[in-house]
């Protein structure tokens, strides 16, 4: 592995933060209305339950092995044949996950700003930072999101604090009307969006200074940033209805259009969308972190650095490819991606966490 | 050192290309500012006619202000409101910015066909935002309603959108319906969508001339009245004023307006209403739906056209326990021609049921226009008067003895 530095433990939960939200406020709001309509916000929760599992499976593994990366574990666990294999099933999901993120941002933008501008120059824009991210390391990455959370939390202030007046409780109402069955499907795609995506922290994971602290902090952070998504949730179906909201391709910036205070502070949609372009970033950024440096573990090569640009290539060619159309895309996301992140974001680490325990007994931090 | 100094110019020519702006630009005197739109039928087309703001109009100029016209107006026709928007580049300078639209009217010719087509458009286009007010040409096309110039408002479509919203907040027979409320409405099961009327009185062909705005009267006027009433997004009649007055009263859309109301020993006088709160409850009972809708009502003294004593309580309890039962009435009145004329559920008291009784909703929902139609409402109004205003006792008693 090459030298990019090392990250704090704060460090580490502000990515994770912004990860855990990164493209999930974007889209999750349709999805959950969709299947579960009124209770959408239900499934949030739940979802958010979930993902408290599944940050705690990550964290024993990482209690277990805590100077490896993902391909280091699945070598150590599993022998060098089957364990490369498994790394390579991993590191090629990275790659669809960075290249289906940068498809989003391209659509959104060519969706609701700039419908005429052609998408391969906004996915290439985004690229080229995203790559020369990667390159600084996971150092400089960290402090950039440290510069950047205070401003992504002042404008979800203000996005939660002008809407609630607008909030209408008869929208919510009946509750509890979803099946059961409903209720966890939506927490499945909530968790399949916000929770199982963090796998590919575990490339950053011995980068982590005083990784103790950041074990201890890592559920908290992660429920927040559920949590995030979850207000954004309710307050789609409280303010925009679950109708609107199941129609809605954006529903969050269409709710960012319905801020209005006196007929003044208004239309200012485009500077919420700050919020998902901010921590649509950083989660387009760790896709591709641990999509460079999985590579470069896999092929025993000293330095990532130097795959990036072409990677980064890549990753812009096939983001243009990656889903033939939008509704393609949302028929994608509701059916293969649940199964398909479940497998790499739940059974694979379970497994490896069994085979490792069979192996070597309890975690115990240290090897 | 040649070669570097050749490179790094090569690179710098290079970003040139970069600089030359973004393809989504949008200069403003490229624009045609859309500040109104209506929707006919014509034949099995659409008719879209637009109110386009003329920007060296309405820019504020000293000197007076000249005698054209602070909008123009362009019409086109198409199979798909996109096509005729599209259309209008064959007449407008301009191609149509409609980021900026605050109201849309449709003819009732083709609300009678139903709107539901016309509608996803304004939904689907990027540009448009949901938060402009949907009106109804009663009995007339759109196109001659965004055909008239307003005095006050130089541009008709504000002149529309304000007065629809100071009307809302004054008068309660008027209440602004957004795109975002009909379709929302449009989509529920238990609850039919309304939109607010809007007629053209006096002299359509004057109203279009400028001339129009240079009298004190104008020779045509714009004027809400009542409110359409829809089985999905097709119109099927219209409420006249008292219906649409009670139709909000239970929708709680009230925030003023006044009640005129007959004394105890003739005579009239007005009551102003300055707060409401209205609350539907709906229940199931024995498989049978029930609403129960519960008014306060919070009103001072306005006017007063006959003799009563102001000094007594026991007079302010009579005008309080009126005004109820004139309320009740009213409402009630209302209720029963939906019920029984329309079979048509306005004020969403299938909603009131499913939010009360998920599971029964579910059977109700199936037939609800019948079971609306035989479903017992309560109502629960109660009023309290609060002052009398600047004066107590009213001169016109000194008057007549």
Redesign the interface.
Known sequence: MGNDGKISARQFLVLLFLYTIGTTILVIPSGLATVARQDAWIGALAGVLIGLGVAALYRTLWGKYPNLSFAGICERVLGKVVGKAVTLAFVFYAFIGSTTVLYYVGNFFTTQIMPETPIQFINGLFAVIVVMGVRMGAEALARSAEIILPWFIGLFFVLILSLSPDLKIEQFQPVMEARPNEIIGAALSFAGTASLPLVFLFMLFPRVQMADQARKGMLIVHVAGGLCVFLVTLFSIGVLGADVTSRNMFPSYELAKKINIGNFFQRIEVIMAGLWFVSTYYKTSLYFYGFATGVAEMLNLKDYKSLTWPMGILMVLYSLVVYPNVVYMQHWDATVYIPYILVMGAVVPLLLLTAGIIRSGLPDGRE | MRIKGFAILAAATLLLLLATG???RQELNELGIVVAMGIDRDGDRFRVSVQVVQPGEVAAKSGGQSLRSPVAMYEASGRTIFEALRKMTTVSPRKIYASHLRVVVIGEALARQGIGTALDFLQRD?QV???FYLMVAKETTASSILNVLTPMERIPANDLYASNATAEKAWAPIFGITL?KF??DL??DGKQPVITGIGLNGDAEEGSNTRNVERIRPAAELQFSGMAVFRKDKLVGWLNEEESKSYNFILGNVRSTLENQSCPNGGELALEIIRTKANVKGHVRRGEPQVEIRLRVEENVGEIQCRIDLNKTAVVDELERRSEDRLREAMSKTIRKMQTEYQLDIFGFG?AI?????AAWRRLKRDWDRNFADMQVKLDVKTVIDRVGTINQSFLSKLEE
């Open positions: 973004c393809w989504n990027h935002r949901s938060d975002g379709v929302t989509g529920s909603q499913h939010r009360a009784d998920p």
